[in-house]
Antibody, heavy 119, light 106 residues
Framework: QVQLKETGPGLVQPTQTLSITCTVS????????MQWVRQTPGKGLEWMGF???????EYNSEFKSRLSISRDTSKNQVFLKMNSLKTEDTGVYYC?????????????WGQGTLVTVSS | EIVLTQSPTTMAASPGEKVTLTCRAS?????MHWYQQRSGTSPKLWIY???KLASGVPNRFSGSGSGTSYSLTINSMETEDAATYYC?????????FGGGTKLELK
């Protein structure tokens, strides 16, 4: 069955770079868009961006200048990297997938990984 | 950016009561999608493309709407329905979520 699991650092210092890995099983990354969504106390749920089945990306302009999404299809992993972290970036980061190859909603979610930005 | 405004922010309903949650978009969207989230867990897809129930969602739930106004209705409130519900649009970048409605049991 479809499974997604995020792995993150837990604690990140302000100004540093956040790196999170989403490991998937039950499907191929070359067949589906993979999404990143975060949930913060200040802004709630926010769509961050996605990587298409073909490997191109789309980002929320809110994060565009500091966000990068990539993948390793051989390892069934999707990566989120975001630099210049601020305390407001504290929250839970989710990877998600649509129901079909191109979906405009999120049918499957990982458990999320809590990221705390603090010195 | 399309802003989604959910109302009410919080509400309480008694078992058996009919409940309607509303989501208004700042510009017209093609569809609205809804998620249920319980404390400490990931959001779950609940309703997609405005009115289609996700797998496993009880048929006491329904969704409707068009343009800028959408709603999620529970025909008869049950204990397990207490949760926070979020709407989401994927019609226009950036995709956005509403602020949520926290539904409590009275």
């Amino acid at each position: 069955q479809v499974q997604l699991k995020e792995t993150g650092p837990g604690l990140v210092q302000p100004t540093q770079t956040l790196s999170i890995t989403c490991t998937v099983s039950g499907f191929s990354l070359t067949s589906y868009y993979m999404q990143w969504v975060r949930q913060t106390p200040g802004k709630g749920l926010e769509w961050m961006g996605f990587i298409r089945s073909g490997g191109s990306t789309e980002y929320n302009s809110e994060f565009k200048s500091r966000l990068s999404i990539s993948r390793d299809t051989s390892k069934n992993q999707v990566f989120l990297k975001m630099n210049s972290l601020k305390t407001e970036d504290t929250g839970v980061y989710y990877c998600a997938r649509g129901a079909t190859r191109v979906s405009y909603w999120f049918a499957y979610w990982g458990q999320g990984t809590l990221v705390t930005v603090s010195s | 950016e399309i802003v989604l405004t959910q109302s009410p922010t919080t509400m309480a309903a008694s078992p058996g009561e009919k409940v309607t949650l509303t989501c208004r978009a700042s510009s017209s969207v093609s569809y609205m999608h809804w998620y249920q989230q319980r404390s400490g867990t990931s959001p779950k897809l609940w309703i997609y493309e405005t009115s289609k129930l996700a797998s496993g969602v009880p048929n006491r739930f329904s969704g409707s709407g068009s343009g800028t106004s959408y709603s999620l209705t529970i025909n008869s409130m049950e204990t397990e329905d207490a949760a926070t519900y979020y709407c989401q649009q994927g019609s226009s970048y950036p995709w956005t979520f509403g602020g949520g409605t926290k539904l409590e049991l009275k």
